[in-house]
């Protein structure tokens, strides 16, 4: 484990170890940055990025599409992993792949689960790095005893098995099972700036970062650096807090995340507040006038006490039918749909189910359209349309994403990686649409001008990701060399002094984007 002077590892009763921070930071300030330890491509995307730098290139705002990742070439032995470069292949054969290669070259064309992957990574390392490597794990959490009583515990058995067998370690399979439970407590997934997730990383130092719901930092990756920044000032002496989960959740699921995946019950201020604090990820709405409420109480509770009564609309007096339910019927409502837990496009006829469902609670009015379950479908529902080219569906969904969900989800929209790829597919978008010219009848009635909407998007995306992701990031210099330049060159030189030389409150950019949320709202009744 080796941490930067400026943080702290400390004992924290209740939650284990967790890091503090040695000095104050700013908020938008790198806390710091490391090379994780262990890092493992995921494995649908093995063979399209480097295993030892992650290299991409952010060409849409879904997925990576082929020719967006610099040119990358097979190991000539194993033919399962690969790289950009010959020195990224000589790092990686000197750090890990020189022990695993011929297990994968054997496996091939199979490949394993890249937890399985990081795992032979691990029982294959040797000499000093093993043994600093090893001690610096042995406090980590790997929660077996809660992990056993689980229907996932034979799995990781199997998994372990396999990790055993190949590496031909010398360990129990006791202690490997162990290992790979620390794995699942303490490993965590590498999103490129697109939101993409491309791979795992294991480190023991940042590994140390406990959870809240009201985070105060958050990891990104600029290629296969990990860096730990503060998204609100950090006092000296502070606790550094990242999120576990989707943090879009209300408070109960996101409690039943945390339980059944970390085994803890969150008692952060965001959960248990010191004091009543609206969070808009809670709200549910009177039908009758669409006054939010909140009828989570706030104190540290059992299941049975999640509720306060609500009897009435504080608003409008209107008395909810059978009370002390309210909140609890429009929760089995939700679950009965399952949208809960759609997380991606899985056959043709979704988006269609998908669609009729989110109409059919969005016709209730007790749920905002944004917080969950609204959120997570209508993300999987973007990429969908942007393949069928329907961009009448897709500037819909993305107007709903951008303007009324994720000024809601992100505690700071302007600063959080997830709204800076939202705002990256909204730039793809418009420039599918206007290099196609396809518009339709009903988008045309907004007369809205799109190159006016992308440049601002643009340039707001040139402002923002250095806050993100710090200066000269490869996802600031793509949007710079691939959007901005371009655009300027197609505007020829009059045009391009003016937009260089002008705000985008001058440019009227607000104006057009407010044409694009109006379209937006007047979908969601269409839809
Ligand atoms: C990634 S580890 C964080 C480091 C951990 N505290 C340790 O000592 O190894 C995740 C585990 O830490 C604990 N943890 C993290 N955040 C917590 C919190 N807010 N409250 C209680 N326990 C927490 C849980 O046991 C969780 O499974």
New binding site residues.
Partial sequence: MDLPEEVIKKDFP?????LVVAKNFPAYSEIFRKVPEVSVPDSGYRSRICANCFLFEPATGDSIQAGSVAKVFSCGKCRSTYYCSRECQLQDWKAYHRRECKILGTLAPQVPPSTVILLMRILLMQGDKRQRFYSAME???S?IDDRRKTEDFETLVVMSKGAKEYSGTELSLEAVVEMLCKIM??SFSIPLPTYDIVGIIFDTSV??????CDPNAVIVFDKNMLMVRAVRPIKKGEEI?IT?TDNAMPMPRRKEALRTQ???D???TACCPPSLKPDPRNDFLCPTCGTPFQPYVTKPHTGMQLYTDIKECSSCCYEFPDPPNVVYNIERKIANTGLAEVFGIKNDGMPREILSKMKELYKLKTIPIYRSPFIEPLASLIPYYIKQADWDMAIGLIGVEYFLQDEVRSRQPEYAPVRLAHMMRFVVVLLYVILTGECSETLQQYSIDFRECLWGLVVELERLIPTVYGKNSAFENHIRENYKHEMLKQMGPVLARIHMNSTLEKLGWYKEMDKIKTYAMNFLDRI
């Fill in positions: 209740g939650r284990g170890n967790g406090t980590l959490k929660h407590t303490n590994s140390l970062i406990n959870h809240s807090y576990y970390y085994f803890f969150c008692q952060c």
